[in-house]
């Protein structure tokens, strides 16, 4: 039996302010913004990715302070590509760390406005192996 992890609920003070960071700055698809009386829920997903991160008040996410979430992780096939592009939309990132010269020893982060942060980690073979290959990407409308 499988066991995925699809969904990662982040703390924030501001739903618009994050959903807007992650969008419009990280580059997330925004595959919904629901609300009803009782809530809000946002969910967003990096492209490539089969896990989603959801903003909103839902209680769990009002159990825990914004911006408490440490250490979440992104990866991608070539880190000094993916820094520009997150420097080029306004996003500040620490500089790039080598801690091994082999495949996934390469590093940097970043921190959205409430202070959650992010690692991203280089593995170069997601570039030639997508962890989610692209046909079935299209075949479910993501980007």
Known sequence: ???????????VSDIDRAVAFYRDQVGFVLDHDTRTEQMRVAQLTPPGSGCSIVVGDLPAQQEMAPGSMRGLQLCVADAVAAREELLGRGVET??????DERDGGTFFGFSDPDGNTWAVQQLKVRGEKPLIPT??????GAE
């Open 135 to 140: 046909e079935a990407r299209d075949r479910f």
């Open 94 to 99: 620490s500089e790039i760390t080598v801690f």
């Open 1 to 11: 039996m499988d066991w995925t992890l699809e969904v990662v609920l982040l703390p």
